[in-house]
């Protein structure tokens, strides 16, 4: 590395020497020649305060054109977006393999296609024949779709250049993507960082909406650097079991909706089917009341969902262990509970096997289905059915209260819309009962005595 020079400059005049003296050689004066600190080499190459274009600002309060949303023909891939395609969005979806996102993408781009927008459909792990084979089998043979089967981000982006932007842009996946700039194979950390950087900038400058597929790891987050998530728009994650028949697309991250919107889908022979009414799907078989079964209306997004929750004590010989088991629900959260009812209630479940499951595979996060599971265990405990009209929804905490959650109007309303007659939760509900017949309920303790009261 070369050494920097000393540079002098007169405090007067602001002539430059490469040498101290007394007396400035340009004004005359004494004593005004200071040493300025020395620039290293690496700091003048990467001086990035000179040297570049000046950029436009623009008033936040100037009237501009908004940007209009794309209707995907898909309803529920709408709500869980948020109302549609954004131009120029980029959006980031991710599932376990086989569940089904290629199908859906292929037919939002088949929608697309054949409402009058240009759709490009790249596939990057299968074949043009490939998808054309699948395309058949869903019946959208005759879409007007541009299908092509690349892997260089150099020949999409230049290829794309030469054509009108496309209203929908589909990358199938980001990991089989690869820039020749950058070393490491395709789905490497700088490969999957540097490819989706070059088509989220294309998606910015031409309003076309981008969605790049992503893999997924073991334990179901998005694989790659997580800085991918941050890069993109809207981060949807696309959920369910194989062997059940729905599905559900999750929105985990978006810049122009609400979170944790879902839209629920039937995977069918003929593709995915959207289910308009989630709450049925998830509330079928519940002719009979048994023992351990309770309803819980859950929030997703602005969509409350009806959901069923299943619970089974099993009494052990004494001297033998306990299992815990939970499907679709936090198995901390039902140590927490299972705490509270035998120190607050005085409940036994220590010589007990304890079984808790979500029917249909559904997950649940919202903290107000404490007292739906309260009451399924309460109800197999003391092997009596709850009343097969009734919802039960509430926060409990470690005192035994059971506390006010949010939206209780609306979870009240979709469960009168439904059928349901009554409802179990808070001493006090904002936006009141709206035609259901509710009761309020202060501590854990008064949940107990109704349902081993039959009440």
Not at 177 to 187: F, K, L
Not at 352 to 373: F, I, Q, S
Request: hydrophobic content about 40%; aromatic content about 6%; some cysteine.
């Amino acid at each position: 590395m070369a050494k920097p020079k000393r540079r002098y400059v007169c405090q007067s005049c602001g002539s430059v020497t490469h040498r101290w003296q007394g007396q400035c050689a340009d004004c005359g004066e004494w004593n005004t020649l200071s040493e300025e600190a020395p620039a290293t080499v690496f700091s003048a190459k990467h001086d990035l305060s000179s040297g570049g274009r000046a950029i436009r600002f623009e008033p936040l309060d100037a009237p501009g054109e908004v940007p209009k949303r794309r209707s995907t023909g898909i309803a529920e891939l709408d709500r869980a977006l948020g109302g549609g395609l954004v131009p120029g969005s980029a959006i980031l979806m991710g599932g376990d393999p086989g569940i089904g996102k290629s199908t859906l993408l292929l037919q939002a781009a088949a929608s697309v296609a054949k409402a009058g927008g240009t759709a490009v459909y790249i596939s990057g792990e299968e074949a043009a024949g490939q998808v054309r084979l699948r395309a058949e089998r869903l019946g959208l043979a005759n879409a007007p779709i541009q299908l092509a089967a690349a892997t260089s981000v150099r020949d999409i982006l230049t290829t794309l250049g030469q054509m009108d932007a496309p209203a929908l842009l589909v990358i199938d996946s980001i990991q089989t993507m690869h820039s020749d700039t950058i070393e490491g194979a395709p789905g490497t950390v700088s490969q999957v960082r540097g490819c989706a950087f070059e088509l989220i900038r294309y998606a910015k400058e031409t309003n076309a909406a981008l969605v790049l597929v992503g893999h997924v790891t073991k334990d179901g987050s998005i694989a790659g650097p997580r800085v991918l998530e941050h890069m993109v728009d809207v981060v949807m994650s696309f959920e369910g079991e194989r062997s059940h028949q729905y599905r559900i697309l999750r929105s985990l991250k978006n810049r122009f909706g609400p979170v944790d919107e879902i839209g629920v889908f039937a995977m069918e022979g003929q593709g995915l089917r959207e289910v308009g009414n989630p709450s049925m799907l998830f509330l079928s078989g519940r002719e009979n009341p048994v023992p351990g079964s309770s309803v819980f209306p859950a929030m997703e997004g602005t969509r409350p969902v009806l959901v069923e929750v299943q619970a089974l004590i099993v009494r052990l010989a004494s001297g033998a262990t306990p299992r815990r088991a939970v499907v679709g629900w936090d198995n901390g959260r039902m140590a927490m509970l299972l705490a509270v009812l035998e120190a607050r209630c005085g409940l036994n479940f220590s010589s007990c096997e304890v079984y808790l499951n979500v029917a249909g595979g559904y997950r649940l996060t919202d903290p107000a289905a404490d007292l739906a599971v309260a009451a399924a265990l309460v109800s197999a405990l003391a092997d009596k059915p709850l009343p097969a009209d009734a919802v039960w929804f509430g926060e409990v905490s470690l005192a035994g209260e059971i506390r006010p959650v949010a939206h209780g109007g609306i979870r009240l309303r979709e469960a009168a819309k439904l059928g349901f007659g009554s409802a179990f939760g808070p001493a006090e509900v904002p936006g009141g009962s709206d035609g259901s017949r509710y009761r309020g309920l202060a501590l854990l303790p008064n949940l107990v005595d109704r349902i081993m009261g039959g009440a």
